[in-house]
C-alpha cells in the first residue's frame, strides 16, 4: 500500500511561483511512475503532469507546458512540481497520484480512471 501525502500549495498572485512536493511512503518509490493532477471546484479532475520510474519520460498537459516542471528524487522518495508564471486558470486542488508499480501510459493515457494511489490534495489559489 502507497501513501502520498503533498505539500507547497497556497494563495498566491498571477505571475508567481509555487513549489509543491509529494511524499510516498509503503512502496518502492523507484518502481512507480508518477503524476500530478487538479481539479477545480464543478470541473472534473485532469491530468497536469507525469514522470517515468527514473525520470527520463516527462509528460506536460498543453495548459500548463513551459510554465511547471516536474521532477523526482528517488533517494528522497519524494516528486515535485514547480508552477511558475501562475494563472487564476491554475486554481484547484492539485493531487499526487501514482498507477499500479512498473506500469508506464502513453501520453494519452494518463486519466485518473487509471491511477491506483492517490493522496489527499492540497489547495493552490491563485489571485489576479
Known amino acids: 500500500q502507497v501513501q502520498l501525502v503533498e505539500s507547497g500549495g497556497g494563495l498566491v498572485q498571477a505571475g508567481n511561483s509555487l513549489r509543491l512536493s509529494c511524499a510516498a511512503s509503503?512502496?518502492?518509490?523507484?518502481?512507480?511512475?508518477m503524476a500530478w493532477f487538479r481539479q477545480a471546484p464543478g470541473k472534473e479532475r485532469e491530468f497536469v503532469a507525469s514522470i517515468s520510474r527514473y525520470g527520463g519520460t516527462v509528460y506536460y498537459a498543453n495548459s500548463v507546458k513551459g510554465r511547471f516542471t516536474i521532477s523526482r528524487d528517488n533517494a528522497e522518495n519524494t516528486v515535485s512540481l514547480q508552477m511558475n508564471n501562475l494563472k487564476p486558470e491554475d486554481s484547484a486542488v492539485y493531487y499526487c497520484?501514482?498507477?499500479?508499480?512498473?506500469?508506464?501510459?502513453?501520453?494519452?493515457?494518463?486519466?485518473?480512471?487509471?491511477?491506483?494511489?492517490w493522496g489527499q490534495g492540497t489547495q493552490v489559489t491563485v489571485s489576479s
Open positions: 497520484a501514482t498507477p499500479t508499480a512498473l506500469s508506464w501510459l502513453s501520453r494519452e493515457g494518463w486519466s485518473s480512471k487509471r491511477m491506483q494511489y
Open positions: 509503503g512502496g518502492t518509490f523507484s518502481s512507480y511512475s
